[in-house]
């Protein structure tokens, strides 16, 4: 939490404890949470924040790049620590989420594609679907 407060400080910004709690809730899970699986964690940790606050600080910490945001299609976006590289596969019937990671180089990939296509891209999203060892 050290680095992260020196990062606050150093570009202004104020050091909050409902920053600092989501920013540990989502360092220390192995899965994108749901706005609503933040605000539980929150209150297990007896940090009360209203509902808009949590989106707030959601908001800042992805403009920021110390939070990523996913959407799996359910109607609700996940948020997760933003210093994982992986990817997902995700259960469409129990919605279970385990993370993958690619045996390929996906930031070259990426380089290739902006090069080839005159893009500047600055982020990509990819997810799996499909079932579970459970749910098949």
């Known amino acids: 939490m050290d680095k992260l407060t020196k990062k606050f400080r150093s570009r202004g910004h104020r050091i909050t404890q409902s920053r ?24 297990q940790r007896k940090v009360t924040v209203d509902k808009v606050t949590v989106y707030r600080e959601l908001t800042f910490l992805v403009r920021e790049g110390i939070a990523g945001e996913v959407d799996f299609g359910e109607g609700a976006k996940r948020f997760e620590s933003a210093d994982r590289d992986h990817h997902h596969v995700v259960c469409v019937n129990c919605r279970r989420v385990e993370d993958v990671v690619l045996r ?7 380089r290739r594609i902006a090069q080839k296509k ?12 499909g079932l579970c060892a459970s749910c098949r």
Request: no cysteine.
């Open 20 to 43: 600092l709690a989501i920013t540990d809730i989502l360092s220390r899970t192995d899965k994108p949470l749901t706005v609503s699986e933040i605000r539980r964690s929150l209150s």
């Open 104 to 110: 390929h180089d996906i930031a070259a990939e990426e």
């Open 118 to 129: 005159g893009f500047t891209i600055t982020h990509h999203a990819l997810e799996f679907f």
